[in-house]
């Protein structure tokens, strides 16, 4: 059967289309289901792949690090030795620029705004006796950065991004000029939502940057650096801190990372890396916040991964899981939505989420109706500083947690309602 797409419709043919997909979707609705690929959380047989974690350590163990120390016990504030050479390969960079922090990257991230605003960074006044502090939001993007800066009420910048990394011509414009725009936040490999990674010339157009404002920092959130899903075709980035120093820009980059999405979502063990000189800092603040981290946590993770390769052994376990769920996704709308005309999407080659474009104005509509019939999706425009998505275009998916079965149900209504949603819009519009 020849399909047409919807804009190539005459009124007639399109009013049968809507009626038709009314229809079933009333039919769908009917069944009461509860459906939900709003978040991007493991799915509980990726978490399975990680309770060894729990049987490394026990009472009649060893509870010393390599150096000797016990890590029943306080000290060791940035963390075990072993613990930072694992995290440090992992993110590919030297050990001696890393902090091991407590469960989630997240809180380390607010808490370097944070100290960004209580105590200034480097000796530059804090950010909380400015007027107005801005922050570049690459997007779409990660709705929890956003709301970081929000929650401090800093002034959030939209910039747009592109295949290779936010657009570098208005970021590289922006922060020369104007010494308020204080950061940016950037996920640089298989970016939340879209899935893209960082160009070689974006990265060293970053490095290079030269900011107005003396403290503008660049929140490098690498959540996805050893999240491929298919490893026959992994993207690789270079290395911000290496192409930083290469620039004569030390300090200009955060490096925020986490083993949340390899062993416990919520209960890993996460870092920061960057220069000598930013993490003395960070240092400094963290002696008076905090005694310890949780080391037994550290070595456990240690004894379980024992190098960078357990971890990709790991993550390749991960892929298997993830990866016909990525295909279920891209192949259902490949086949449902391609001829149709109304839509697109990413397919990317690691990380969490797929990013999905519907026409202009239909993504509120989209989102809103498959709630309606019992599929919770990420709210449209969450991807956007501010909620707002200019074009109300891009919808978050979120395939990890549901199983096979339930996100075949949950593709399957939510091409549903792009069906039903861009028909009618077609329809009034046309
Ligand atoms: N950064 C990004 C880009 C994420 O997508 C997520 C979770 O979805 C996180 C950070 C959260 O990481 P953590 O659990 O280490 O706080």
Request: hydrophobic residues 40%; proline residues 4%; aromatic residues 10%.
């Amino acid at each position: 059967m020849i399909v047409k797409e919807y804009s190539k419709m005459s009124k007639e043919e399109l009013a049968e289309v809507i009626a038709g997909l009314k229809k079933q979707y009333d039919d769908i609705k009917n069944k009461g289901i509860n459906l939900d690929m709003s978040r991007g959380k493991p799915s509980k047989k990726q978490l399975d792949l990680s309770m060894p974690v729990l049987d490394v350590l026990n009472s009649n163990e060893s509870l010393n690090a390599s150096d000797g120390t016990d890590v029943r016990n306080y000290g060791m504030l940035d963390g075990i030795l072993e613990a930072k050479s694992l995290l440090a390969d992992m993110v590919g960079v030297n050990k001696e620029n890393v902090i091991v922090f407590g469960n989630a990257s997240l809180s380390i991230m607010f808490d370097t705004v944070s100290r960004a605003y209580t105590h200034g960074i480097l000796g530059n006044i804090p950010w909380s006796r400015f007027d107005k502090i801005k922050f570049l939001c690459p997007a779409p993007g990660y709705d929890r950065h956003f709301k970081i800066s929000e929650h401090f009420g800093m002034e959030l910048i939209y910039v747009p991004m592109t295949k290779n990394g936010p657009d570098m011509d208005m970021v590289e414009e922006l922060v020369r000029d104007d010494d308020s725009i204080k950061g940016i936040w950037c996920v640089p490999k298989y970016s939340n939502p879209q899935g893209y990674s960082y160009s070689d010339e974006t990265v060293r157009r970053f490095a290079a940057l030269k900011p107005k404002a003396k403290d503008f920092r660049i929140f490098w959130d690498d959540a996805y650096c050893v999240h491929h899903i298919k490893f026959d075709k992994k993207d690789e980035i270079l290395n911000i801190l290496d192409e930083c120093e290469r620039a004569g820009n030390f300090n200009l980059a955060y490096v925020f990372f986490s083993t949340s999405k390899i062993s416990f979502a919520g209960s890993g063990i996460s870092g920061i890396a960057s220069s000598k000189e930013n993490l003395a800092e960070i240092k400094k603040h963290m002696s008076m916040q905090c005694i310890s981290h949780d080391k037994i946590n550290q070595l456990r993770h240690v004894r379980f991964f024992k190098n960078i390769n357990g971890i990709t052994e790991h993550m390749k376990k991960h892929a298997e899981i993830m990866r016909p769920k990525f295909e279920l996704i891209t192949n259902s709308f490949e086949r449902e939505l391609k001829p149709l005309g109304i839509a697109e999407w990413t397919d990317p080659n690691g990380g969490y989420f797929i990013s999905f474009e519907s026409l202009k104005g239909c993504a509120k509509k989209i989102v809103s109706k498959a709630k309606e019939a019992g599929l919770v999706l990420t709210d449209a425009g969450a991807t956007f500083p501010y909620g707002i998505d200019p074009n109300d275009s891009n919808i978050r998916i979120a395939p990890s947690f549901p199983e096979i079965k339930e996100l075949k149900e949950a593709v399957e209504l939510f091409i549903l309602c792009v069906k039903l949603v861009s028909a009618q819009i077609i329809y009034e519009e046309g």
